[in-house]
């Protein structure tokens, strides 16, 4: 059972992020603010739910949410600063973005970089355990299976309609034999794959 609030008479936005352990494409992250009272039977951490449930829920939390908003940081931002500076990155502007300014951040982890004069707690686990978190998770891991699967179509031999980026044995093999396209991380792994031996 999800928790509604971490501080009751607060304006909480859960935020999240999706595609800190892929190989290629961004991070993304989502941050949303439910309206008080809401509730959905098939809510939970997005890992847990069918990509149909995902999409569903995507549009129901779209619809009815106070406030919501997808950001990303790219490829190219990852190798600069790593890949945990960039997805709080992606969380601030997701934060950013927000129609409406949030009193609280509830942060699925355990660490983050304070965006603004935002009070926030970072909460391991957090996309099991409250909702907003929940709805957060939801919109990022969508947005970004999305996003990869459009990149799928200028890339087809990755095979990211499949993997989402993800370092499968068969995306591994793809990147030995072809190598990194712009989509890929370069300093988180990949390099590691230009080595990966099959039989």
């Known amino acids: 059972m999800l928790i509604r609030h971490y501080k009751k008479g607060l304006l909480e936005a859960g935020c999240d992020e999706a595609g800190r352990g892929c190989l290629a494409g961004p991070v993304f992250a989502a941050a949303v603010i439910l309206p008080e009272g809401f509730t959905h039977s098939m809510l939970n951490d997005s890992k847990k739910l069918s990509p149909l449930w995902r999409s569903r829920l995507y549009d129901v939390i779209c619809a009815e949410a106070v406030a919501w908003s997808v950001a990303f ?8 600063m790593n890949i945990l500076q960039a997805s709080f990155l992606a969380m601030h502007r997701a934060i950013h973005s927000l129609t409406v300014k949030p009193g609280f951040l ?44 459009s990149e799928h179509d200028k890339y ?35 390099n590691e794959q230009l080595r990966f031996k099959f039989q």
């Open 156 to 190: 087809p031999d990755y095979r990211w309609d499949l993997n989402k980026g993800y370092p499968t044995p068969l995306h591994k093999k793809a990147i030995s034999e072809l190598g990194l396209s712009p989509e890929h991380r370069l300093t988180f792994r990949c």
């Open 73 to 80: 940081a790219t490829p190219q931002e990852i190798d600069r």
């Open 106 to 149: 509830l942060i699925d982890g355990n660490r983050f970089n304070k965006y603004d004069d935002i009070p926030y707690v970072c909460i391991i686990k957090g996309d099991s355990k409250y909702m907003s978190i929940a709805a957060a998770s939801v919109l990022a891991k969508v947005s970004r299976d999305r996003y990869m699967i």
